[in-house]
């Protein structure tokens, strides 16, 4: 666990820089006055989010480090209940897991519990930082905006075409690089997440998750292909 994120942080902004190109003059910002951006990307790729996850990582990594052998316990429990060994649960190995009184269940939901209680300031701090930097999102666009003279900014979840050209997110980011270099990791007392800044990190976690299962395969297909040339040695 403590060593998931920094790996995907550095395979996400890989990967979305393709959704996101870096445009070399102002005139390519944009298509005839319109352009898209990508909030959660933005987010994602903005420094202060980078820097601010990599801190809140080495603040908790206690925890991480504890998250990550509860984790382990909690599969190699799950494991004793596919008692014929393939690898899966079929519903005669389901039909424990539905028992609260089975002591193995138990120590799961306990190592459950464990966890969301670990994980709870970890993503309180997390969310705190996301709030921090989309809070600047809206003036960094504006200020993309202004320099590119553009009069209509899209959601990508609006078009069905639009060319490279088009996408400002690396702008935006930029801009958001500038106004906002390092966002705080310690939440206030009074600080009290919206549901907006929720569904925002879990958007950010879903382009960390994708980005290091691509970088997995990636990593498997380079292995399976040094692997004919190793053994024909």
Known sequence: MKNFLMPA???????????????????????NGTATANLPIAVA????????????????AAQLTTIEQRQQQRQQLIQTFDTNGDGGLDAAEQAPTQDPNNATVQQIQAIDQ???????????????????VAGQYQAALQQVISDNNIQFVL???AIIYAPDAANVTA?????????????????????QPTEAAVQLYQQIQQIFMIAAMQQQQAAAAAAQQQAPATSGR
Not at 9 to 14: I, S, T, Y
Not at 114 to 132: C, D, G, K, M, Y
């Open 9 to 31: 942080l550095a395979a996400a902004f890989a990967v979305t820089a393709i959704a996101a190109p870096v445009m070399s003059t102002p005139v390519m910002a944009q298509v």
């Open 114 to 132: 464990e966890i969301q209680t670990l994980q709870q300031p970890i993503n309180l701090a997390r969310v705190f930082v996301v709030s921090q």
């Open 45 to 60: 790729q903005a420094q202060a989010l980078q820097n601010g996850f990599q801190q809140i990582e080495t603040q908790y």
């Open 171 to 191: 702008q935006v980011v930029t801009a958001l690089n500038t106004r906002f270099p390092a966002a705080q990791i310690i939440p206030s007392a009074e600080f």
């Open 155 to 157: 959601q990508p979840d």
